[in-house]
């Protein structure tokens, strides 16, 4: 379908919905004075013609020529400003099939009291649609002011049977999804960092997405990220958009030396990247065998890069313990399970939580759950584990709404 005629689809549709959802507006401020009414409507659509020419600019100019975290917050704005107003067309749905329903009830009707009254629109309905209207806008816009960068510890300790005296306590730090190219705030990230470094663990590992798209988003950051450390070392594996799958590339030389790019950036922090390959650390006589896969995914729109069997290859039969880094967690259930009982800790992140949802003890929810079986915590079958971090950063939405950023600290011991 021609791009031009979907970008001019999508702005009937806006300005439909900025039209539909107004009459809620002016139910609910029909007993305002005139003037303030004139202030109300434009207010409205000087917002509501901002939204439009944004996505026409957006569209059918260059977006390259707005700055980064700009476009970043343009979009989030467009994005909130429609959802809001489709939440309150809902309710004015509802309110105008009842008015409808009543009308036909009145024209058939005999009694002739009931044809002649004015079938007015609901002001409960309208007030409550706007209640609702501003619920996206406040929440998702305290997840940008304040769970953009709200880092959580959380704290697992893995009960593993038959697991050395020697390897009991050691403790693993795994971060995930840093999407450095989507960062807004240096100084909120650096004290993420220290927090991390805080909590000074045995070993560090990160499962994939330092970037958005392209090595160069690093360039502010490698100095931050470098600081990472811990006494096994820092390893890491590639996500999906480590890639530069979803870029439109010169040539197919310039992407594959911006993965050279991004694999040298991380060896000059101090990173040890492992592609298809596993190590082994000696930890005081005992081996833990670490492996790195490269991305994997058993949804059809992900590229399937990793190879488990190449992985691991050579694994040390005599490891006390085996982790798998593999940034997608449908990964776990697709090979690992069925073709890798060795590994005893699969480690993961990719889903983000959404960035968007709802925890409480003993409870949780987001949409994509819908999508991923394992999407958020620690997961376990038979005597394998999976946990699937939360993500460090965000990206398309610069925040977090109820799923915060993690820093997850796991702590082994016996069963």
Known sequence: MNRMFVVLLLTVIILLLDLYAYQAIKTVSSNSSQSNKQIIKLVYFTISALVIISVLLYNFGDPDKIAKHARTFLMSFIFINVLAKLFLSIFMLFDDIQRAIRWIIAKFSSDSNIEGEPISRSKFLATTGLIVAAAPIVSLSWGIISGAHDYRVRRIKLPIKGLSNRLEGFTITQLSDIHSGSFWNRTAVKRGIEMVNAEKSDLLLFTGDLVNNKSSEMS????????????????????????????????????????????????????????????????????????????????????????????????????????????????????????????????????????????????????????????????????????????????????????????????????
């Open 220 to 415: 502010e950051w490698g100095d931050l990220f470098s600081k990472l450390k811990a006494p096994y070392g820092v390893y890491s594996v590639l996500g999906n958009h480590d890639y530069g799958d979803y870029v439109s590339w010169d040539s197919e030389t310039a992407k594959r030396n911006n993965l050279k790019n991004l694999a040298d950036i991380q060896k000059n922090m101090g990173w040890r990247l492992l592609r298809n390959e596993n190590v082994s650390l000696d930890i005081e006589g005992e081996k833990i065998g670490l492996i790195g896969v490269e991305n994997w995914s058993s949804k059809g729109r992900f590229a399937k890069y990793g190879d488990l069997n190449e992985a691991v290859k050579g694994l040390d039969e005599t490891n006390g313990f085996n982790i798998l880094m593999s940034h997608d967690p449908s990964h776990w259930q697709a090979e690992v399970l069925q073709q890798q009982p060795k590994i005893n800790l699969t480690l993961s992140g990719h889903t983000h939580g959404m960035q968007f949802g709802v925890e409480i003890p003993g409870f949780k929810w987001s949409p994509v759950q819908y999508m991923y079986k394992e999407w958020a915590g620690l997961y376990k079958s038979a005597e394998q584990f999976l946990y699937v971090n939360r993500g460090f950063g965000y990206i398309g939405y610069p925040g977090r709404f109820g799923i915060l950023p993690e820093i997850t600290v796991i702590t082994l011991e016996r069963a």
